[in-house]
C-alpha cells in the first residue's frame, strides 16, 4: 500500500510555464490531467469534490497563486486534518 503523501504535488508540478504564478486554466488543466492520470490507473476518484478550487488557492485574489500561497493553504489543510484526527 503506497503511501498516501508519496502522491502529493508540488508546486513546480503544477505551475506548467513555470513563471512562479499559477493562474486557473493551469490550475484546472492540472487537475484534469491528474483525474485523468487516476481513471487510467483503476484509482478510485475518492474526495474529488472535496478538492480546492482555484479560488481557495488564490489567497489574495490578484488570479494567480503564488508558491507561498500554495504553502499557506497545504499548511492550513496539515493543520485541519491534526485536528480532525485528535478529535
Given at each position: 500500500?503506497?503511501?498516501?503523501h508519496?502522491?502529493r504535488?508540488?508546486?513546480?508540478?503544477?505551475?506548467?510555464d513555470?513563471?512562479?504564478?499559477?493562474?486557473?486554466?493551469?490550475?484546472?488543466?492540472f487537475r484534469?490531467?491528474?483525474?485523468?492520470?487516476?481513471?487510467k490507473?483503476?484509482?478510485?476518484?475518492k474526495?474529488?469534490?472535496?478538492r480546492?478550487t482555484?479560488?481557495?488557492?488564490?489567497l489574495?485574489g490578484?488570479?494567480?497563486?503564488s508558491?507561498a500561497e500554495?504553502?499557506?493553504?497545504q499548511?492550513?489543510c496539515?493543520?485541519a486534518r491534526s485536528?480532525?484526527?485528535r478529535d
Amino acid at each position: 500500500h503506497k503511501n498516501r503523501h508519496q502522491e502529493r504535488h508540488t508546486y513546480t508540478d503544477i505551475d506548467a510555464d513555470s513563471d512562479g504564478q499559477v493562474n486557473a486554466e493551469e490550475y484546472y488543466a492540472f487537475r484534469a490531467a491528474r483525474m485523468a492520470e487516476r481513471a487510467k490507473a483503476g484509482r478510485k476518484m475518492k474526495n474529488a469534490a472535496n478538492r480546492p478550487t482555484f479560488d481557495d488557492l488564490d489567497l489574495d485574489g490578484d488570479g494567480n497563486f503564488s508558491a507561498a500561497e500554495f504553502a499557506a493553504h497545504q499548511e492550513d489543510c496539515a493543520k485541519a486534518r491534526s485536528h480532525a484526527r485528535r478529535d
